[in-house]
Structure formats: structure tokens, C-alpha cells
């Protein structure tokens, strides 16, 4: 069965600072791997996502995640936070070849300091 | 450029009223998402729904909830009677299941519903 744990519900930072959020996941099955973002009144809008090759993926406004297997984690990372980058973010799984099935993490939101 | 959009964005009602909400999905997709989100629960999604037929309704209170796509370009959500409890957020969700997005859910807006 699949699940993912985000470890920290709330993360703060100082503007310019190093940005990790952590995500780890359990699957029985090759997974793909996701991380959104939601801004406030919004929905949830896709950052980066990992399927297969390279495990380094870069996504949108900076941020990039490295999957590691043999740890089973998914950490989303920016070297330089952005008062405009604070938000919740989800980390997220699906089986290849689930179907679509996927599960999101309980959220971390992110505060941004001047 | 294509969005996922849900009506209405807003919804007070009382107690024991029918609620619906309606999503239109992003042409093309063929498979459409509704998940609920609140405080205390998170995000718990609700049902889903591939090439119009229901895939997984499991987490939707059968009793007072439904969901249904009458054609590929409308899913609705319906909750009678609507109770204080139903008070939430309600996204839609849509992708295109088996090409190089696959897996990939694009969002609504939500509708912010609450029950007095």
C-alpha cells in the first residue's frame, strides 16, 4: 500500500534562506512522485514530478527534488527563498501503472520571512 | 490557455438543503477527480471517475453524496441533505490517464462550501 509522510506541518525560513521540505513515501511498486503547490484560495498546481530516469527533476519557480530509492524520500528543495513562495505544499504518490490512484501528503506550509 | 473550472465558488446553504457543484474538466482529459479539503482532515479525495464511469467512490458518505459525469465535460457533485460537517473546500481535479502526463492532476479553483 502506498503512503507518503511529510515531516513538518509548518516550515519557516528566512527570505533568501535554503528551503527543504521533507517527503517520504512507501510503495510496493515503482512510484511516480509529485510535489504541488497551493497558494492561499487557490488549487493545488503542480510543481515538479518524477517518473523514471533522471532523479534530479527541476521544476517550476526554482525548486527541484532529488528522488532516492534507497531511502524512499522525495525532499523539495530552493536554494534562495521568495516572500512569494510561501504557501502549503503537498507531496504526493501514484503506482506506475496504478491507474491515476494517488496519494497526498498531509501538506507543509511554508512561512517566508523578510 | 485550458483550466479545469468549477461552479459556484462560493456557496452558503442551510442545514438539510441540496448542494451542487459542477466542474467542467480540461478538454480531452479522461479522467476527473473531486476531493474535499479541510483543516482538521487535509485533503481526502472523495471519488474519481475514468471515460465518465466511477473507478473509486470510497470515500464518499454513500448516504447523502453523489457523483456522476452526465458527458465528458461535466462532473457533479451532490450532497443531500447537506449537514454542518460537509463545510469544506471542494476541488475538482482532471488528467489524462496512459500519455506522457499521466498521473498528472490539474486542479480547479474549489468551491468554498458552508452549511449553517
Known sequence: AQSVTQLGSHVSVSEGALVLLRCNYSSSVPPYLFWYVQ???????????????????????????????????????????????????????????????????AGTRLFVKA | DARVTQTPRHKVTEMGQEVTMRCQPILGHNTVFWYRQTMMQGLELLAYFRNRAPLDDSGMPKDRFSAEMPDATLATLKIQPSEPRDSAVYFCASGLAGGPDTDTQYFGPGTRLTVL
Not at chain 1, 57 to 64: A, M, S, T, W, Y
Open chain 1, 39 to 105: 497558494y492561499p484560495n487557490q488549487g493545488l498546481q503542480l510543481l515538479l514530478k518524477y517518473t523514471t530516469g533522471a532523479t534530479l527533476v527541476k521544476g517550476i519557480n526554482g525548486f527541484e527534488a532529488e528522488f532516492k530509492k534507497s531511502e524512499t524520500s522525495f525532499h523539495l528543495t530552493k536554494p534562495s527563498a521568495h516572500m512569494s513562495d510561501a504557501a502549503e505544499y503537498f507531496c504526493a504518490v501514484s503506482d506506475q501503472g496504478g491507474g491515476f490512484k494517488t496519494i497526498f501528503g
